[in-house]
Protein backbone atom coordinates (compact mmCIF):
# COMPACT_ATOMS: atom_id res chain seq x y z
CA UNK A 1 0.00 0.00 0.00
CA UNK A 2 1.63 3.32 -1.27
CA UNK A 3 0.54 5.44 1.87
CA UNK A 4 -0.97 5.08 4.94
CA UNK A 5 -4.84 4.19 4.97
CA UNK A 6 -7.22 5.34 7.26
CA UNK A 7 -9.98 3.59 8.86
CA UNK A 8 -13.14 5.09 9.89
CA UNK A 9 -14.40 2.53 12.85
CA UNK A 10 -18.24 2.52 13.79
CA UNK A 11 -18.75 0.40 16.88
CA UNK A 12 -22.45 -0.24 17.52
CA UNK A 13 -24.12 -2.46 20.45
CA UNK A 14 -23.65 -5.85 21.12
CA UNK A 15 -21.44 -8.18 22.99
CA UNK A 16 -19.17 -8.48 20.07
CA UNK A 17 -18.28 -5.25 20.38
CA UNK A 18 -15.16 -5.94 22.70
CA UNK A 19 -14.02 -7.60 20.07
CA UNK A 20 -13.58 -4.14 18.39
CA UNK A 21 -10.66 -3.52 20.67
CA UNK A 22 -8.51 -5.98 18.95
CA UNK A 23 -9.44 -4.71 15.89
CA UNK A 24 -8.40 -1.42 16.65
CA UNK A 25 -4.97 -2.83 17.76
CA UNK A 26 -4.56 -4.97 14.97
CA UNK A 27 -4.88 -2.15 12.70
CA UNK A 28 -2.84 0.28 14.82
CA UNK A 29 -0.05 -2.45 15.04
CA UNK A 30 0.32 -2.95 10.75
CA UNK A 31 0.13 1.23 10.53
CA UNK A 32 -3.03 1.67 9.29
CA UNK A 33 -4.86 4.98 11.29
CA UNK A 34 -8.04 4.39 12.83
CA UNK A 35 -10.70 6.74 14.25
CA UNK A 36 -13.31 5.02 16.03
CA UNK A 37 -17.21 6.59 16.60
CA UNK A 38 -19.21 4.68 19.53
CA UNK A 39 -22.83 4.23 19.46
CA UNK A 40 -25.02 4.74 22.45
CA UNK A 41 -25.81 1.13 22.54
CA UNK A 42 -22.15 0.28 21.48
CA UNK A 43 -20.75 2.61 24.76
CA UNK A 44 -23.06 -0.30 27.09
CA UNK A 45 -20.32 -2.66 26.00
CA UNK A 46 -16.72 -0.45 25.72
CA UNK A 47 -15.75 2.36 26.94
CA UNK A 48 -14.68 5.70 24.98
CA UNK A 49 -11.58 5.51 26.95
CA UNK A 50 -10.66 2.12 26.23
CA UNK A 51 -11.09 2.77 22.36
CA UNK A 52 -9.65 6.17 22.48
CA UNK A 53 -6.36 4.50 24.48
CA UNK A 54 -5.99 1.99 21.66
CA UNK A 55 -7.27 3.86 18.53
CA UNK A 56 -4.83 7.32 20.04
CA UNK A 57 -7.07 9.24 18.66
CA UNK A 58 -10.93 11.01 20.25
CA UNK A 59 -13.65 8.95 20.10
CA UNK A 60 -16.24 10.37 18.47
CA UNK A 61 -19.86 10.10 20.23
CA UNK A 62 -23.51 11.99 19.89
CA UNK A 63 -22.31 13.71 23.16
CA UNK A 64 -19.77 15.24 21.19
CA UNK A 65 -21.07 15.52 18.16
CA UNK A 66 -23.60 17.70 19.89
CA UNK A 67 -20.74 19.92 21.19
CA UNK A 68 -17.82 19.87 18.90
CA UNK A 69 -19.57 19.24 15.45
CA UNK A 70 -18.50 22.92 14.20
CA UNK A 71 -15.54 21.45 14.66
CA UNK A 72 -15.15 17.51 13.36
CA UNK A 73 -18.59 16.80 12.10
CA UNK A 74 -19.95 14.16 10.10
CA UNK A 75 -19.33 14.83 6.73
CA UNK A 76 -15.32 15.23 7.97
CA UNK A 77 -15.01 12.29 9.73
CA UNK A 78 -15.57 10.32 6.73
CA UNK A 79 -14.25 12.42 4.62
CA UNK A 80 -10.79 11.69 6.82
CA UNK A 81 -11.17 8.57 5.74
CA UNK A 82 -10.42 5.88 2.84
CA UNK A 83 -12.45 3.12 4.38
CA UNK A 84 -15.87 3.00 6.80
CA UNK A 85 -15.93 -0.29 9.29
CA UNK A 86 -18.76 -0.93 10.66
CA UNK A 87 -18.21 -3.62 13.46
CA UNK A 88 -20.02 -5.18 15.06
CA UNK A 89 -22.86 -3.97 12.96
CA UNK A 90 -26.00 -4.82 14.57
CA UNK A 91 -29.10 -6.29 12.77
CA UNK A 92 -30.51 -2.26 14.10
CA UNK A 93 -27.54 -0.46 12.34
CA UNK A 94 -28.05 -2.37 9.18
CA UNK A 95 -31.73 -1.98 9.14
CA UNK A 96 -30.84 2.03 9.44
CA UNK A 97 -28.03 1.71 6.87
CA UNK A 98 -30.40 0.16 4.40
CA UNK A 99 -33.07 2.63 4.44
CA UNK A 100 -31.13 5.98 4.98
CA UNK A 101 -32.15 6.52 8.37
CA UNK A 102 -30.06 9.39 10.34
CA UNK A 103 -31.04 9.86 13.66
CA UNK A 104 -26.92 9.79 15.16
CA UNK A 105 -23.88 10.25 14.64
CA UNK A 106 -22.93 6.69 13.52
CA UNK A 107 -25.84 6.33 11.17
CA UNK A 108 -25.57 10.22 9.72
CA UNK A 109 -21.72 9.44 9.12
CA UNK A 110 -22.89 6.48 7.09
CA UNK A 111 -25.76 8.57 5.17
CA UNK A 112 -23.38 11.47 4.60
CA UNK A 113 -20.09 9.29 3.03
CA UNK A 114 -19.47 8.50 -0.24
CA UNK A 115 -16.70 5.99 0.95
CA UNK A 116 -16.67 2.57 0.53
CA UNK A 117 -17.92 0.67 3.63
CA UNK A 118 -17.35 -2.48 5.23
CA UNK A 119 -19.94 -4.21 7.68
CA UNK A 120 -18.81 -7.37 10.01
CA UNK A 121 -23.05 -8.42 11.26
CA UNK A 122 -22.87 -9.65 14.68
CA UNK A 123 -26.04 -10.75 16.76
CA UNK A 124 -28.72 -13.74 17.89
CA UNK A 125 -28.49 -16.25 15.01
CA UNK A 126 -32.54 -15.89 14.64
CA UNK A 127 -31.92 -12.11 14.47
CA UNK A 128 -29.56 -13.14 11.50
CA UNK A 129 -31.79 -15.46 8.98
CA UNK A 130 -34.78 -13.27 9.96
CA UNK A 131 -36.02 -12.16 6.02
CA UNK A 132 -36.09 -8.47 7.08
CA UNK A 133 -31.84 -8.44 8.19
CA UNK A 134 -31.57 -10.67 4.57
CA UNK A 135 -33.31 -8.08 2.85
CA UNK A 136 -31.63 -5.19 4.47
CA UNK A 137 -28.10 -7.63 3.53
CA UNK A 138 -29.40 -7.83 -0.04
CA UNK A 139 -30.01 -4.01 -0.56
CA UNK A 140 -26.45 -3.24 1.07
CA UNK A 141 -24.50 -4.92 -0.77
CA UNK A 142 -26.11 -4.29 -3.72
CA UNK A 143 -25.11 -0.84 -3.11
CA UNK A 144 -21.62 -2.47 -2.76
CA UNK A 145 -21.12 -2.30 0.84
CA UNK A 146 -18.88 -5.70 1.80
CA UNK A 147 -19.73 -7.76 4.35
CA UNK A 148 -17.58 -10.17 6.55
CA UNK A 149 -19.17 -12.93 8.35
CA UNK A 150 -21.17 -13.66 10.37
CA UNK A 151 -19.36 -17.34 11.13
CA UNK A 152 -21.25 -20.07 12.59
CA UNK A 153 -20.34 -20.98 16.32
CA UNK A 154 -21.71 -20.32 20.07
CA UNK A 155 -23.54 -17.17 20.48
CA UNK A 156 -23.45 -15.00 23.90
CA UNK A 157 -27.25 -15.67 24.09
CA UNK A 158 -26.43 -19.23 24.38
CA UNK A 159 -27.81 -20.35 21.15
CA UNK A 160 -25.71 -22.06 18.49
CA UNK A 161 -25.55 -20.48 14.90
CA UNK A 162 -24.68 -18.25 12.24
CA UNK A 163 -24.15 -14.34 13.72
CA UNK A 164 -20.85 -14.48 15.15
CA UNK A 165 -18.94 -11.87 14.58
CA UNK A 166 -15.85 -12.56 12.45
CA UNK A 167 -12.82 -12.90 14.55
CA UNK A 168 -10.17 -9.37 14.56
CA UNK A 169 -7.84 -10.79 12.24
CA UNK A 170 -10.24 -11.98 9.80
CA UNK A 171 -11.41 -8.68 9.44
CA UNK A 172 -7.83 -7.24 9.33
CA UNK A 173 -7.38 -9.41 6.43
CA UNK A 174 -10.74 -8.18 4.57
CA UNK A 175 -9.91 -4.65 5.30
CA UNK A 176 -5.83 -5.30 3.72
CA UNK A 177 -7.43 -6.94 0.93
CA UNK A 178 -9.91 -4.26 0.25
CA UNK A 179 -6.80 -1.55 0.36
CA UNK A 180 -4.86 -4.04 -1.83
CA UNK A 181 -7.82 -4.58 -4.59
CA UNK A 182 -8.63 -0.87 -4.39
CA UNK A 183 -5.50 -0.70 -6.39
CA UNK A 184 -5.23 -2.96 -9.02
CA UNK A 185 -6.93 -0.63 -11.47
CA UNK A 186 -5.51 2.38 -10.47
CA UNK A 187 -4.65 4.52 -13.57
CA UNK A 188 -6.64 2.93 -15.63
CA UNK A 189 -10.26 4.45 -17.39
CA UNK A 190 -12.90 2.09 -17.48
CA UNK A 191 -16.27 2.89 -19.35
CA UNK A 192 -19.69 1.27 -18.32
CA UNK A 193 -22.80 1.95 -20.68
CA UNK A 194 -25.97 0.58 -18.60
CA UNK A 195 -29.61 0.76 -18.17
CA UNK A 196 -31.99 1.18 -21.90
CA UNK A 197 -32.13 3.71 -23.92
CA UNK A 198 -35.60 5.82 -24.82
CA UNK A 199 -36.49 6.14 -27.89
CA UNK A 200 -39.55 9.90 -28.48
CA UNK A 201 -42.12 8.66 -30.83
CA UNK A 202 -43.44 12.05 -29.66
CA UNK A 203 -43.27 14.17 -26.62
CA UNK A 204 -45.10 11.96 -24.08
CA UNK A 205 -44.41 8.17 -26.21
CA UNK A 206 -41.16 6.45 -26.46
CA UNK A 207 -40.33 3.05 -27.27
CA UNK A 208 -38.20 1.44 -24.62
CA UNK A 209 -37.38 -2.28 -23.20
CA UNK A 210 -37.40 -4.03 -19.89
CA UNK A 211 -33.58 -3.06 -18.85
CA UNK A 212 -33.33 -2.17 -15.39
CA UNK A 213 -29.52 -1.02 -15.40
CA UNK A 214 -28.83 -3.25 -12.37
CA UNK A 215 -26.01 -5.45 -14.23
CA UNK A 216 -24.41 -2.26 -15.60
CA UNK A 217 -24.31 -0.04 -12.77
CA UNK A 218 -22.98 -2.77 -10.73
CA UNK A 219 -19.86 -3.55 -12.85
CA UNK A 220 -19.31 0.22 -12.79
CA UNK A 221 -19.27 0.27 -8.65
CA UNK A 222 -17.11 -3.04 -9.19
CA UNK A 223 -14.68 -1.30 -11.49
CA UNK A 224 -14.08 1.57 -8.84
CA UNK A 225 -13.68 -0.44 -6.26
CA UNK A 226 -11.03 -1.66 -7.97
CA UNK A 227 -9.51 1.61 -8.75
CA UNK A 228 -10.28 2.22 -11.62
CA UNK A 229 -11.50 6.40 -12.94
CA UNK A 230 -14.99 5.04 -13.95
CA UNK A 231 -17.54 6.84 -16.65
CA UNK A 232 -21.27 5.41 -16.17
CA UNK A 233 -22.99 6.78 -19.45
CA UNK A 234 -26.25 5.41 -18.07
CA UNK A 235 -29.71 5.39 -19.66
CA UNK A 236 -32.94 6.40 -17.84
CA UNK A 237 -33.06 3.89 -14.92
CA UNK A 238 -34.48 4.70 -11.47
CA UNK A 239 -31.10 3.37 -9.61
CA UNK A 240 -28.74 5.94 -7.44
CA UNK A 241 -25.24 6.63 -8.92
CA UNK A 242 -23.00 4.31 -7.69
CA UNK A 243 -20.44 5.92 -5.11
CA UNK A 244 -16.98 6.91 -6.54
CA UNK A 245 -18.60 7.17 -10.01
CA UNK A 246 -18.85 9.79 -12.76
CA UNK A 247 -21.98 9.26 -14.01
CA UNK A 248 -23.06 10.75 -17.82
CA UNK A 249 -27.10 10.12 -18.03
CA UNK A 250 -28.77 10.04 -21.52
CA UNK A 251 -32.15 9.32 -23.25
CA UNK A 252 -31.45 7.83 -26.33
CA UNK A 253 -28.49 5.12 -28.58
CA UNK A 254 -27.54 8.67 -30.37
CA UNK A 255 -26.73 10.41 -26.91
CA UNK A 256 -25.41 7.25 -25.48
CA UNK A 257 -23.10 7.07 -28.35
CA UNK A 258 -21.93 10.43 -28.16
CA UNK A 259 -21.36 10.34 -24.67
CA UNK A 260 -19.08 7.22 -25.20
CA UNK A 261 -16.98 8.93 -27.87
CA UNK A 262 -16.70 11.98 -25.37
CA UNK A 263 -15.49 9.81 -22.56
CA UNK A 264 -12.90 8.10 -24.91
CA UNK A 265 -10.04 7.54 -24.52
CA UNK A 266 -10.63 4.16 -22.24
CA UNK A 267 -8.31 1.01 -20.88
CA UNK A 268 -11.17 -0.37 -20.68
CA UNK A 269 -15.34 -0.63 -21.95
CA UNK A 270 -17.78 -2.64 -21.24
CA UNK A 271 -20.98 -2.08 -23.56
CA UNK A 272 -23.91 -3.74 -20.91
CA UNK A 273 -27.00 -1.33 -22.23
CA UNK A 274 -29.74 -2.71 -24.21
CA UNK A 275 -29.68 -0.37 -26.60
CA UNK A 276 -32.76 0.16 -28.58
CA UNK A 277 -31.86 -1.08 -31.95
CA UNK A 278 -34.36 0.83 -33.87
CA UNK A 279 -35.58 4.76 -33.06
CA UNK A 280 -38.35 6.20 -34.61
CA UNK A 281 -37.69 7.58 -38.43
CA UNK A 282 -39.80 10.89 -37.33
CA UNK A 283 -39.96 11.83 -33.76
CA UNK A 284 -43.73 13.67 -34.19
CA UNK A 285 -43.02 17.26 -32.65
CA UNK A 286 -46.73 17.06 -31.36
CA UNK A 287 -48.34 14.38 -29.07
CA UNK A 288 -49.75 11.93 -31.52
CA UNK A 289 -54.20 12.07 -31.51
CA UNK A 290 -55.83 8.94 -31.99
CA UNK A 291 -58.98 8.85 -34.38
CA UNK A 292 -61.46 6.83 -33.08
CA UNK A 293 -62.23 3.46 -34.65
CA UNK A 294 -58.99 3.59 -37.05
CA UNK A 295 -55.75 1.59 -36.14
CA UNK A 296 -52.21 3.60 -36.25
CA UNK A 297 -50.26 3.49 -39.42
CA UNK A 298 -47.28 1.13 -38.57
CA UNK A 299 -44.49 3.37 -37.03
CA UNK A 300 -41.37 3.82 -39.42
CA UNK A 301 -38.29 3.11 -37.79
CA UNK A 302 -34.86 3.50 -38.44
CA UNK A 303 -31.77 1.16 -37.42
CA UNK A 304 -30.01 3.12 -34.31
CA UNK A 305 -25.94 3.31 -34.25
CA UNK A 306 -24.69 0.22 -32.59
CA UNK A 307 -22.27 1.96 -30.07
CA UNK A 308 -20.17 -1.70 -28.94
CA UNK A 309 -19.18 -2.19 -32.96
CA UNK A 310 -18.79 1.35 -32.99
CA UNK A 311 -16.03 1.34 -30.47
CA UNK A 312 -14.34 -1.98 -31.64
CA UNK A 313 -13.84 0.18 -34.85
CA UNK A 314 -12.08 3.27 -33.21
CA UNK A 315 -8.70 2.55 -34.51
CA UNK A 316 -6.51 4.01 -32.34
CA UNK A 317 -9.51 5.32 -29.92
CA UNK A 318 -10.33 1.88 -29.22
CA UNK A 319 -10.52 0.66 -26.02
CA UNK A 320 -7.52 -1.41 -24.61
CA UNK A 321 -10.15 -4.42 -23.44
CA UNK A 322 -13.43 -4.41 -25.13
CA UNK A 323 -16.54 -6.29 -23.82
CA UNK A 324 -19.91 -6.59 -24.67
CA UNK A 325 -23.17 -8.85 -23.47
CA UNK A 326 -25.19 -10.71 -25.77
CA UNK A 327 -28.85 -10.71 -24.91
CA UNK A 328 -30.34 -13.83 -26.30
CA UNK A 329 -33.17 -16.10 -25.94
CA UNK A 330 -31.99 -19.10 -28.24
CA UNK A 331 -28.63 -20.25 -29.25
CA UNK A 332 -26.78 -18.48 -26.32
CA UNK A 333 -23.15 -19.27 -27.13
CA UNK A 334 -23.82 -19.59 -30.99
CA UNK A 335 -25.07 -16.17 -31.45
CA UNK A 336 -22.51 -14.56 -28.65
CA UNK A 337 -19.70 -16.24 -30.87
CA UNK A 338 -20.61 -14.80 -33.78
CA UNK A 339 -21.51 -10.89 -31.77
CA UNK A 340 -17.57 -11.40 -30.59
CA UNK A 341 -16.22 -11.48 -33.90
CA UNK A 342 -18.97 -8.83 -35.89
CA UNK A 343 -18.77 -6.31 -32.97
CA UNK A 344 -14.88 -6.70 -32.78
CA UNK A 345 -14.55 -6.73 -29.89
CA UNK A 346 -12.55 -9.02 -26.80
CA UNK A 347 -14.91 -11.05 -24.67
CA UNK A 348 -19.00 -11.10 -25.17
CA UNK A 349 -20.27 -12.13 -22.09
CA UNK A 350 -24.02 -14.02 -23.07
CA UNK A 351 -26.64 -14.26 -20.70
CA UNK A 352 -30.12 -16.15 -22.10
CA UNK A 353 -33.01 -13.02 -21.27
CA UNK A 354 -35.85 -15.60 -21.98
CA UNK A 355 -38.91 -14.37 -19.94
CA UNK A 356 -38.62 -17.37 -17.56
CA UNK A 357 -34.62 -16.98 -16.56
CA UNK A 358 -36.02 -13.53 -14.58
CA UNK A 359 -32.65 -12.10 -15.69
CA UNK A 360 -33.94 -8.80 -17.59
CA UNK A 361 -35.17 -6.50 -14.36
CA UNK A 362 -34.12 -9.35 -11.89
CA UNK A 363 -31.09 -9.75 -9.38
CA UNK A 364 -29.29 -12.76 -10.50
CA UNK A 365 -27.61 -13.54 -13.76
CA UNK A 366 -25.97 -16.45 -15.21
CA UNK A 367 -22.87 -15.68 -17.39
CA UNK A 368 -21.47 -17.46 -20.72
CA UNK A 369 -18.19 -15.78 -20.86
CA UNK A 370 -16.99 -15.91 -24.72
CA UNK A 371 -13.59 -14.74 -25.68
CA UNK A 372 -11.12 -16.03 -28.45
CA UNK A 373 -9.79 -18.87 -26.54
CA UNK A 374 -14.02 -20.53 -26.36
CA UNK A 375 -16.37 -20.14 -23.61
CA UNK A 376 -16.39 -20.23 -19.61
CA UNK A 377 -19.64 -20.91 -17.78
CA UNK A 378 -20.40 -19.62 -14.68
CA UNK A 379 -22.53 -20.40 -11.99
CA UNK A 380 -25.81 -18.65 -11.45
CA UNK A 381 -24.40 -15.40 -9.59
CA UNK A 382 -26.47 -12.21 -8.09
CA UNK A 383 -25.51 -9.38 -10.57
CA UNK A 384 -23.00 -7.98 -7.85
CA UNK A 385 -21.30 -11.26 -7.56
CA UNK A 386 -20.81 -11.24 -11.60
CA UNK A 387 -19.52 -7.66 -11.56
CA UNK A 388 -17.03 -8.64 -8.78
CA UNK A 389 -15.97 -11.61 -10.73
CA UNK A 390 -15.58 -9.68 -14.49
CA UNK A 391 -13.34 -6.64 -12.40
CA UNK A 392 -11.66 -9.09 -11.02
CA UNK A 393 -11.00 -11.06 -14.26
CA UNK A 394 -10.26 -7.20 -15.89
CA UNK A 395 -7.91 -6.76 -13.66
CA UNK A 396 -6.09 -10.36 -13.90
CA UNK A 397 -6.16 -9.58 -17.46
CA UNK A 398 -4.38 -6.12 -17.63
CA UNK A 399 -1.77 -7.28 -14.99
CA UNK A 400 -1.09 -10.21 -17.25
CA UNK A 401 -0.36 -8.30 -19.98
CA UNK A 402 1.40 -4.65 -18.57
N1 LIG B 1 -25.16 -2.74 -28.39
C1 LIG B 1 -24.77 -1.43 -28.60
N2 LIG B 1 -25.50 -0.63 -29.41
C2 LIG B 1 -26.60 -1.09 -30.03
C3 LIG B 1 -27.01 -2.43 -29.82
C4 LIG B 1 -26.28 -3.22 -28.99
O1 LIG B 1 -23.76 -1.01 -28.02
N3 LIG B 1 -27.28 -0.29 -30.81
C5 LIG B 1 -24.33 -3.59 -27.54
C6 LIG B 1 -24.97 -3.99 -26.23
O2 LIG B 1 -24.67 -3.08 -25.21
C7 LIG B 1 -24.31 -5.34 -26.01
C8 LIG B 1 -24.09 -5.89 -27.40
O3 LIG B 1 -24.10 -4.77 -28.25
O4 LIG B 1 -23.06 -5.19 -25.38
C9 LIG B 1 -25.08 -6.88 -27.88
O5 LIG B 1 -26.39 -6.41 -27.69
P1 LIG B 1 -27.64 -7.34 -28.02
O6 LIG B 1 -28.88 -6.60 -27.67
O7 LIG B 1 -27.41 -8.69 -27.45
O8 LIG B 1 -27.49 -7.52 -29.58
P2 LIG B 1 -27.84 -6.67 -30.81
O9 LIG B 1 -26.58 -6.11 -31.38
O10 LIG B 1 -28.89 -5.67 -30.49
O11 LIG B 1 -28.36 -7.77 -31.83
P3 LIG B 1 -29.73 -8.61 -31.82
O12 LIG B 1 -30.75 -7.73 -31.17
O13 LIG B 1 -29.95 -8.85 -33.24
O14 LIG B 1 -29.46 -9.86 -31.03
Known amino acids: MSETKRVLLIVSGGIAAYKSLELVRGLRKQGTGVRAILTNAGAQFVTPMSLASLSGDT ?23 DLLVVAPASADIMAKMAHGLANDLATTALLATDKPILIAPAMNVRMWEHPATQANLGVLTSRGVLAVGPEEGDLACGEFGMGRMAEPETIVAAINGFFLNGERLNGRHAL ?155 WILANDVSQATGTFGGDENTIHLVDQAGVENWPRLSKSAVADRLADRIADTLEATA
Open 59 to 81: VYDDLFSLTEESGMGHIQLSRDA
Open 192 to 346: VTSGPTHEAIDPVRYIANRSSGKQGHAIATALAALGARTTLVSGPTSLPDPPGVSVVRVQSARDMLDACEAALPADIAVCAAAVADWRSAGEAPEKMKKTAGEALAPLALEENPDILRTLGAAGNRRPGLLIGFAAETENVIENATKKRISKGCD
